[in-house]
């Protein structure tokens, strides 16, 4: 017997990582939508203020059109919580340091609430890069108190901005969710001490420099971030930056235009379980540019969003009942559930938690039922290549 686990062991491990070299080979030569996540690292924090605390960074860097993007987790471990694993926001926890440095901040760009509580304060649950090749997909799960939150940043192949989908799952009951979002168009103005002149165009209004005001969604759904100094076209800036949600899926938005950074808060109705945004860096562009851009396009990227089913290939295709068969011809045999028995407890605890959502029609998995099926793609196939190995063996 251990002879034999042995022998399919190896063979299977053989056989899926030729398997998964072969799928890589082809993706390489057909894909154009590709994504690469690192390792969540940990190290000093340079800034004064948080000089006793460890900084956990992870960043998601995507390539699938004329810019590339990339978006960073970043928190903050206090000396005292090294073991709990609490964390605390820097200045923000989902940043975007790709296309540019400035434009939606690499320090933190988007920020989400739920009841008033920012995610951002519990520790980040799972960053994952999960489609590769006709599109690139990355999730970024946090299991809150109040919601399970994951946000979900997607792009396909020629596409000028990143697409973003935050769904949330309540644990109890929602009164308030909010999106915060922070740019620095085009020009860092105070870091280099000089004055710009910051400017929001949306379809409905113009909002220039220090006017602070609140409007409803619905005829602002879009907006455009520049400043009329630090334009490409006059031969200053890197280029101005841009947002857009589908119409009628918030209730207001707020903007806060200051002389550096400019802030949006968009608020959505208590009972919203998914949102849709998307997010512009037009670096080496000019203003005109990206307003004849985004003016143009934006029914098209509406349509896009909400149209979009976001969920990974591997999820769509998951086949359910073909592993219930599997495993169940498995416990057959006192041999095969010795060979295979680790593989079968986890295949098992799966199918008993999180499988009963994909076989009810209408129904999903849930935010952290969908991680775990992420997570355990790769348990899967390399159990039905064990499966395979085995019956193989067991006829000769």
Not at 275 to 283: G, N, P, R, V
């Amino acid at each position: 017997m251990t002879a034999f686990r042995l022998l399919a062991a190896c063979l299977a491990t053989s056989v899926v990582l030729s398997a998964f070299a072969i799928s890589a080979r082809a993706a390489d030569a057909q894909s154009a939508a590709t994504v690469g996540v690192s390792p969540m690292k940990e190290g000093p924090i340079t800034r004064s203020d948080f000089a006793d605390h460890t900084l956990r960074e992870q960043v998601a860097t995507f390539g699938f059109g004329p810019r590339s993007y990339s978006v960073a987790y970043r928190a903050a471990i206090p000396p005292k919580e090294k073991d709990t694993g609490k964390v605390v926001p820097i200045e923000g926890y989902i940043g975007m340091p790709r296309p540019s440095s400035c434009n939606w901040y690499h320090g933190g760009f988007l920020a989400i609430s739920i009841n008033g509580q920012d995610i951002g304060a519990t520790p980040i649950t799972s960053m994952m890069g999960v489609e590769s090749g006709e599109r690139a997909i990355v999730d970024m799960v946090w299991e809150t108190d109040q919601a399970d939150v994951r946000a979900r940043f997607f792009g396909l192949p020629g596409q000028d901005y990143l697409a973003t989908e935050i769904t949330i799952d309540p644990k109890q009951e929602i009164t308030r969710i909010g999106v915060a979002l922070r740019c620095y168009p085009s020009f860092f103005t105070a870091h280099h001490k000089r004055d710009g002149a910051r400017r929001i165009k949306t379809p409905a209004t113009l909002i220039e420099q220090g006017n602070k005001t609140t409007l409803p969604a619905a005829e602002n759904w879009w907006a455009v971030y520049y400043d009329e100094i630090f334009d490409v076209a006059n031969g200053e800036g890197d280029g101005p930056c841009a947002m857009l949600m589908p119409p009628g899926e918030a209730s207001e938005i707020s903007f806060d235009p200051g002389s550096y950074a400019v802030s949006t808060s968009i608020t959505y109705p208590p009972h919203t379980r998914t949102i849709h945004l998307a997010f512009w860096d037009f670096t080496g562009a000019t203003n005109a540019a990206a307003l004849e851009r985004v003016e143009a396009g934006a029914e098209h990227v509406s349509r896009m969003l909400v149209e979009t089913d976001y969920r990974p290939r591997t999820v769509q295709e998951f086949n359910v009942a073909e592993t219930r068969e599997l495993l169940e011809g498995i416990l057959q045999s006192k041999e095969a559930r010795e060979a295979l028995q680790d593989d079968i407890e986890q295949i098992q605890t799966w199918l008993t938690d999180y499988a009963p959502a994909l076989e009810t029609p209408g129904q999903q998995t849930g935010v952290v039922g969908e991680e775990r099926l992420l997570k355990s793609i790769d348990m899967f196939q390399s159990f039905r290549w064990r499966v395979k190995l085995y019956e193989l063996i067991a006829d000769i």
